[in-house]
């Protein structure tokens, strides 16, 4: 497979007080692992910066002049109790924003047969009017509204795998049936949305799972409701919100998967994307705040991307680990 690596120095400038999870090691780690021998054939992009006007497909004006007025000149501005903005906050959003479309123009132009968004802050949590949960653009949710509107894609799909639920994806995309968001995620947790009866127009799954839930919850949660929904949804592109804090080890959750069931749940998507939208993924990072799992589970992520669908196992030994 043809995979695109995209990533930019200003993801290292969004500084955050010590002790904030959202810290700048999170990069540096994918940065590290990413330049081992395994992945020479990678192909590497720098990041554009987003365009004002592909950020007000999925946000307000107000949304957009606000994040803008806090950027400071220097230290730290707080955005809500969470979310915390330096000087290098608004160019490091910007970038995120622009490989996000960046990566959408390559699957859909031939350039690539999917993509990598390695770049910070975080987007799911953000609203179309309210930044929140370290999110200050949705990344994702500007993708899908740039494929519809550039490509006119008519059918986008997201699926979330982070361990919080992206409650900014779903509001965003809430009322549009040319929209979808699947989501498993740890409930009751932050946000606190993410509820099965959670439906919108018949476009949102939600499949919440439970503190201590493992593989097998997991797999099952993707088996019986989001790939189904995903299958009969038929998208024209998938993208993926890839939060890697459901890991064992992550400080900030309490579901027990492991790197192998990000793998697994990479090719399933890729599998559905080869069925529907000629094999365009494009996945952006979310959370993921154990630095040694983080580093784990995005360079399997990535190996699943470059490896492509005649990687998929379907052997269900795997299926009795928790």
Known sequence: MNTLLYTHPASLNHLTPEGHPERVDRIKVINKI???PHFADLKRQLAPLGKEEDILRAHTQEHLHHIQSMSPEEGFEYVDPDTVMSPGSLE??????????????????????????????????AESRKP????????????????????????????????????????IFWSDPGLFYGSTHQMPLYP???????????????????????????????????????????PDLVLISAGFDAHHADPLGSLQL?????AWATLELMGAADAHSQGRVVSVLEGGYDLQGLAASVAIHVQALMRGTDALDHDDDEDDET
Do not use: W
């Not at 492991?258 to 990000?262: I, Q």
């Open 258 to 262: 492991s790197e192998e069931d990000f």
């Open 92 to 125: 490091a959003a910007l970038r995120a924003v622009g490989a996000a479309t960046a990566a959408v123009d390559a699957v859909f132009t031939g350039k690539a047969d999917n993509a990598f968004c390695a770049l910070r802050p975080p987007g799911h949590h």
């Open 132 to 171: 929140m949960g370290f999110c200050l653009f949705n990344q994702v949710a500007i993708a899908a509204h740039y494929a519809r509107a550039r490509y006119d894609a008519e059918r986008v799909a997201v699926v979330d795998f982070d361990v919080h639920h992206g409650n900014g994806t779903q509001e």
């Open 34 to 36: 990413l330049e081992s």
């Open 192 to 234: 606190g949305s993410g509820a099965a009866n959670e439906t919108g127009v018949g476009n949102i799954f939600n499949a919440p799972l439970r503190a201590g839930d493992g593989s097998v919850q997991f797999r099952d949660a993707m088996r019986s409701i989001i790939l189904p929904a995903l299958d009969d949804f038929a």
